[in-house]
């Protein structure tokens, strides 16, 4: 299974991006995605997973009510639409898979030891 997170840029505070990240080896059906990001010096953070079920979502306490995660299966890509964006939120984004032997529901908190591929990152930078 292959990953690639793409969408990052420079926005300013209160702007909006969205990240993709697209599956290939595979069908994106079988997968839970994560979505993780890390600042420079700091360790890196989940921030949303979604489900192979749609339904279940998990959303970091930092980014609840400003970011958005979401599945299209028939394109192999998960989207993570960040709006009212801060410049804590600058970080280089990475997403994630996990398959069965991992579980593919989103539980109550992430974790990067759970999941077994990576994608490169994409650099998001939130600057006026």
């Known amino acids: 299974v292959q990953l690639q997170a793409s969408g990052g840029g420079l926005v300013q505070p209160g702007g909006s991006l969205r990240l993709s990240c697209i599956v290939s080896?595979?069908?994106?059906?079988?997968?839970?995605i994560g979505w993780f990001r890390q600042a420079p010096g700091k360790e890196r953070e989940g921030v949303s997973c979604i489900s192979t079920s749609k339904s279940r979502t998990y959303l970091g306490d930092s980014v609840k009510g400003r970011f958005t995660v979401s599945r299209d299966n028939a394109k192999n890509t998960v989207y993570l639409q960040m709006n009212s964006l801060k410049p804590e939120d600058t970080a280089i984004y990475y997403c994630?898979?996990?398959?069965?032997?991992?579980?593919?529901?989103?539980?109550?908190?992430?974790?990067?030891?759970?999941?077994?591929?990576w994608g490169q990152g994409t650099l998001v930078t939130v600057s006026s």
């Open positions: 994630a898979a996990a398959g069965r032997k991992y579980g593919t529901t989103c539980g109550p908190y992430m974790t990067r030891l759970n999941y077994e591929w």
């Open positions: 080896g595979s069908t994106l059906d079988y997968y839970r």
